[in-house]
């Protein structure tokens, strides 16, 4: 399973940014649970940001992004995107792509990007 992760950059406070995270090689034995972002900061722990679920009817955020970030994802494209307004300096870090998949015994295995880096200036 491979996830590519696109779209992270610099930008001034107040802008926007658009995440994309395609993946590929998912096995037909395979159904995707969940899909979800998470950053982190330099010297922090890595934290969740937002979370889909697998038909994307069930969306979770961080308290620190919520009313300005958005999840969505195309289940054609198998792509998750993280919509980022109102962006503040303490959004800088590096985002990750992560996803759950389900076996049909309801077992969990997750993946991992190579990380995008946003830089958010004041």
């Known amino acids: 399973v491979q996830l590519v992760e696109s779209g992270g950059g610099l930008v001034q406070a107040g802008g926007s940014l658009r995440l994309s995270c395609a993946a590929s090689?998912?096995?037909?034995?395979?159904?995707?649970?969940?899909m979800g972002w998470y950053r982190q900061a330099l010297g922090k722990q890595r934290e969740l940001v937002a979370i889909i679920t697998g038909r994307g009817n069930t969306t979770s955020y961080a308290d620190s992004v919520k009313g300005r970030f958005t999840i969505s994802r195309d289940n054609a494209k198998s792509t998750v995107y993280l919509q980022m307004n109102n962006l503040k300096p303490e959004d800088t870090s590096v985002y990750y792509c992560?996803?759950?998949?389900?076996?049909?015994?309801?077992?969990?295995?997750?993946?991992w990007g190579q990380g995008t880096q946003v830089t958010v200036s004041s």
């Open positions: 992560n996803i759950y998949l389900a076996t049909e015994r309801g077992t969990l295995h997750d993946y």
């Open positions: 090689g998912i096995g037909s034995a395979f159904s995707i649970a969940a």
